[in-house]
């Protein structure tokens, strides 16, 4: 069974920095894709950013593009997401995920065939 855990969310101010952590646990994540999505109060859930497991490649949704980065570790089995200049409207609960049979397009953002989510990790920027 697989399992994620986030941990490193809190109450920032604008412009400010935060990391996410993922351990992700109870499979073998080669061929996945791993990401991490958000939820704002009253929103939907939406992608935010995601990497293959295997080659590292990864991909961005528009409004995070070159504040975010996700990476990997092989070795710890975790996932990262490194938050910069962040603003109120990053303000969410957010979510790592992996998905197996796996798809990016920037149209439909990343889909699979089973996803996996964690328990979420709320992020408050504050103005």
């Known amino acids: 069974q697989v399992q994620l855990v986030e941990s490193g969310g809190g109450l920032v101010q604008a412009g400010d920095s935060l990391r996410l952590s993922c351990a992700a646990s109870?499979?073998?994540?080669?061929?996945?894709?791993m990401g991490w999505f958000r939820q704002a109060p009253g929103k939907e859930r939406d992608f935010v950013a995601g990497?293959?497991?295997?080659?590292?490649?990864?991909f961005y949704a528009d409004p995070v593009k070159g504040r975010f980065t996700i990476s990997r570790d092989l070795a710890k089995n975790t996932v990262t997401l490194q938050m910069n200049s962040l603003n109120p409207e990053d303000t969410a609960v957010y979510y790592c995920?992996?998905?197996?049979?796996?798809?990016?397009?920037?149209?439909?953002?990343?889909?699979?065939?089973?996803?996996?989510w964690g328990q979420g990790t709320q992020v408050t920027v504050s103005s």
């Open positions: 995920t992996a998905h197996s049979h796996w798809s990016y397009t920037t149209t439909r953002g990343l889909t699979s065939q089973d996803t996996y």
């Open positions: 990497i293959s497991w295997s080659a590292g490649s990864t």
């Open positions: 109870g499979g073998t994540f080669s061929g996945y894709a």
